[in-house]
């Protein structure tokens, strides 16, 4: 949040602790949008695991300015990760990928990096975590916002 708000953006972030799984919370994300009347083309949405897949669901729908994703639980063989195609409506795409995550594979963003031109996929020596790569992620997001149109 603090590089989003050094770089003048708004922050949000949605409250999802009564939500029991991920489509769930996509529900709340999409309903948030539609309560606030968020021009959703100046969004740009963060989410790490289960809130990768929720950004990810979200902007299949809805075009947004981008997405930052780390470790996003693409292609996950649950009955609550129902969305199992991805063609967010967005020209920024940008993935960090642990290739030591024993949650979710990093070849599902290899996968997805492959299906989906443009996107930018950092496979990086950590775990699902990612606790080893604060910095990197820092450094990648701030280049990431610097890279969005001006509005």
């Known amino acids: 949040m603090e590089v989003a708000e050094a770089h003048g953006m708004k922050t949000f972030s949605v409250d999802y602790r009564n939500c029991n799984n991920a489509d769930a919370r996509v529900a709340l994300l999409r309903e948030t949008f539609n309560r606030l009347g968020v021009p959703t083309r100046q969004v740009v949405l963060v989410g790490s695991s289960m809130g990768g897949y929720v950004s990810m669901a979200v902007a299949n729908e809805l075009l947004v300015a981008g997405l930052f994703l780390m470790a996003p639980a693409l292609w996950m063989p649950s009955a609550e990760y129902s969305i199992q195609s991805y063609k967010p409506q967005c020209d920024r795409i940008e993935i960090t990928h642990g290739f030591n995550d024993d949650i979710v594979p990093h070849e599902n963003s290899i996968r997805f990096a492959r299906e989906n031109a443009g996107t930018i996929l950092h496979l990086v020596p950590d775990d699902h975590r990612?606790?080893?790569?604060?910095d990197f992620l820092?450094?990648?997001?701030?280049?990431?916002l610097e890279g969005l149109p001006k509005t």
């Open 130 to 134: 990612l606790k080893a790569s604060h």
């Open 138 to 144: 820092a450094y990648q997001f701030k280049r990431f």
